[in-house]
């Protein structure tokens, strides 16, 4: 059999009993394009409403004119100095050390602490000009809880950033209280320290060991049992506890986030239960310990208008426990302040929210005054738990697409099709003549009908082991080349992503929540391609089907050269959550980190700390492996099977020496060389590089320290 030929051999006349020879020819394609702009006319701009950036991105994302992800440090009062260019972020990350980078391996989170600050000064801002327009008489004071981003340097960002609002910290489990005290001994004072959770005598204990501290932690009961413990543990410790009690609200949250909310939900005391430990609480002489009533409608609560009902009746309650006689001082409206991830700004949709944060804020303002002016209850400190909406926005992932496959329309000579056509089973044949005919009738829905059966025939065919795989492929080829003449919408490409969805981006495999994923460059250019995004992990779930605005694939570009290497995707609000619930299925670790601060140098960033992602040893290690001890196996079997290969073989050596950079270096593909094969060549082949490899960049730099390198 010939092999298929690339190009229309037109020098060969086609056999009488055929119809055309080239399905180009005979169906000239429909203008797909009509009523697009076309690439000389595609902009920036475009590409920020195509993306929805112009919708989902402020104030922190936008578009520069080079055609890049820009990024507003200080949300809407950046000024045109500051703004940073993701893209020479990530340049500086990735580029090697001697072409004046930082070495380090992508998939990368990119951490912009001022773009924290601006969230904790603008959630604190709004609720002050809400009291303020009010006339409400006491205070805000929030606090992170620490579950949305338990990094390190997120938490101590945000315990400095709100120091001077006696921002506090939510804790959920004992070690969260154990990091939230240590964080917080640089805090204020007077900032909250509230105990959620479920809890054990040891939780409560370290609780009441907090107060000794001089910490002002607050023990929220979650289940009525807790209240004996606390009671008891309290008397042993000597230790006069601040208790707050959450209350199960009957209001109903019905989106996704709303399980926790309603009569059935998982946690709280319901209205017996509270009068039961109220009464309780008096009996030991302790009801001026109970001082905060806390509640959670569910997170992303999707309008002010849910928030108004759940926040109206909490402030019931809390009006009717000072009436039963509770100090009361604290309504802590738990989280739920949404992030509009899709920018549709709709009170209807999981990804969405319907208001302003100045609106979130002026109702919880409103409905708290207007209840306790109502019972004559002096106005409580307002306390919110806001995790998503303080650190969504902080954080961008960036991953590279490493390949794309192919929807190159083969051509055939007439030569090839009347060998293939010969072959064809009689019913088969049959398809074809009416495919012909179809064509030469320009009607193209039958002719799609045609070739989808002929198809299907050949495929049976080929099961039956009556056709070779060569005829199956040309058959494939004139399937592919009709659909091309007709001007059949190109299918949807797959692009593999250098990425595992299960680490980075969990909350999309476990329960299908959309982020905005955008290329962060090339936006000047027009992307001409439809593609899905499918990871490196060896499971069909790990991959991206579905985006903001209900799509089903994301407008990409072509990916240059062989490799393709260099294209690179952001995304974007994934700062809460993400980080804590990935998992290292198929041992892919998290992703290496920089932090990027604003700063007056000539491109007006600062990378103050880099570290790598987990190396191979390290996600062995979370599996009980023991990567010294498996190594060393290797080496001595590598000195049992081994000789010395002379001078184009791998000696023991050689091999012992690429498993330890193995073992050093980060799961993810990287483009260069392997240290395994003496060959330096790149093709754009992704395998291990072990220069590009330490642990830590610089994670003892200090705190304000830039980087003499650091300005990409
Ligand atoms: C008790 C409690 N507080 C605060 C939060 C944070 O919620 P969000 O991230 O929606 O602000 C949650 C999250 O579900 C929660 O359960």
């Known amino acids: ?239 006069r506890p601040v208790i707050g009690m959450r209350a199960k609200l009957r209001t109903k949250h019905d989106g996704h986030f709303g399980s926790t909310s309603g009569e059935k939900g998982k946690f709280g005391l319901t209205t017996t239960q509270i009068l039961r430990v109220v009464k309780k609480l008096d009996e030991c002489g302790m009801l001026d310990c109970l001082q905060l009533l806390h509640f959670h409608i569910g997170s992303q609560i999707p309008s002010t208008a849910l928030l108004a009902d759940g926040v109206g009746e909490a402030a019931q309650v809390y009006c009717e426990l000072v009436r039963l006689g509770a100090r009361m001082g604290v309504i802590d409206i738990g989280g739920g302040l949404g992030i509009d991830y899709d920018g549709s700004k709709s009170p209807n949709s999981d990804v969405s929210v319907g208001y302003t944060l100045e609106e979130y804020a002026a109702a919880v303002v409103g409905e708290i005054k207007s209840a306790c002016d109502r019972k004559m209850v002096k106005h409580p400190v307002i306390c919110s738990e806001s995790g998503r909406a303080i650190v969504s926005h902080h954080s961008v992932l960036v991953f590279e697409a490493v390949s794309a496959s192919k929807n190159s329309v083969p051509q055939m000579s007439s030569a090839d099709l009347s060998y293939l056509i010969e072959r064809l089973p009689e019913d088969a044949i049959v398809d074809y003549r009416k495919l012909s005919a179809a064509a030469m009738g320009g009607e193209y829905e039958t002719c799609l009908l045609y070739s989808d059966q002929l198809k299907q025939k050949c495929v049976e065919q080929f099961k039956e082991g009556s056709f070779d795989i060569d005829q199956l492929a040309a058959v494939d080829g004139l399937c592919d080349l009709v659909y091309k003449a007709i001007g059949a919408p190109d299918p949807v490409r797959t692009y593999h992503v250098n990425l595992s969805v299960f680490t980075s981006i969990p909350d999309f495999w476990g329960i299908g929540q959309l982020f905005p994923i955008v290329p962060i460059h090339r936006l000047e250019q027009k992307p001409v391609v439809k593609g899905i995004l499918s990871d490196i992990t060896c499971d069909s779930d790990g991959k991206i089907g579905k985006f903001i605005g209900g799509e089903e694939s994301l407008p990409l570009h072509e990916l240059k050269g062989g490799g393709g290497g260099s294209y690179y995707l952001g995304m974007f609000l994934g700062g809460a959550y993400e980080e804590g619930l990935g998992g290292i299925h198929n041992l892919f670790g998290g992703p290496s980190v920089v932090r990027v601060s604003q700063s007056d140098g000539p491109h007006s960033f600062a990378v103050t700390q880099a570290v790598h992602g987990p190396s191979c040893a390290d996600v062995l290690r979370m599996m009980q492996h023991e990567p010294e001890m498996m190594f060393e196996k290797l080496k001595h079997r590598a000195e049992e099977y081994v000789f010395d290969e002379g001078a184009h073989g791998l000696d023991h050596d050689a091999i012992a020496n690429g498993i330890a950079s193995s073992f050093h270096n980060m799961p993810y593909l990287v483009k260069s060389s392997c240290s395994l094969i003496a060959s330096d060549d790149d093709n754009g082949y992704y395998s291990s590089d072990v220069n590009n490899y330490g642990t830590v960049v610089d994670s003892d730099a200090p705190e304000d320290e830039e980087w003499s390198d650091c300005c990409a």
């Not at 912009?112 to 959630?123: C, N, Q, T």
Request: with cysteine; glycine share 8%; charged share 20%.
């Open 1 to 239: 059999m010939p092999a298929l030929a690339c190009c229309v051999d037109a020098a060969v006349p086609p056999p009488p009993c055929y119809a055309f020879t080239s399905w180009e020819t005979i169906l000239p394609a429909p203008d797909i394009n009509s009523g697009v702009t076309s690439d000389s006319h595609w902009s920036p701009s475009l590409s920020a409403s195509l993306y929805r950036i112009d919708q989902w991105g402020g104030p922190y994302f936008g578009v520069n004119d080079n055609g890049n992800v820009s990024i507003y440090p200080h949300g809407s009062k950046t000024l045109n100095h500051q703004e940073i260019d993701l893209f020479k972020i990530v340049k500086k990350a990735s580029d090697a050390k001697d072409e004046g980078g930082l070495g380090l391996q992508l998939p990368i989170i990119i951490r912009l602490p001022d773009v924290l600050k601006h969230r904790v000064e603008s959630i604190q801002s709004a609720f002050e000009s809400a009291i303020e327009a009010e006339g409400y008489t006491s205070h805000y004071q929030g606090v992170y809880p620490v579950k949305c981003n338990q990094d390190r340097f997120v938490v101590d960002d945000i315990v400095r950033f709100g120091d001077k609002f006696r921002f506090g910290l939510e804790a959920g489990s004992k070690p969260e209280l154990l990091l939230a005290m240590s964080c917080l001994c640089k805090g204020n004072a007077e900032a909250f320290l509230v105990c959620n959770g479920f809890k054990d005598a040891e939780f409560i204990s370290l609780s009441l060991v907090g107060r000794k501290l001089g910490f002002n932690t607050v023990i929220v009961l979650e289940l009525e049992e807790e209240a004996d413990l606390v009671i008891d543990l309290s008397r042993k410790l000597g230790v």
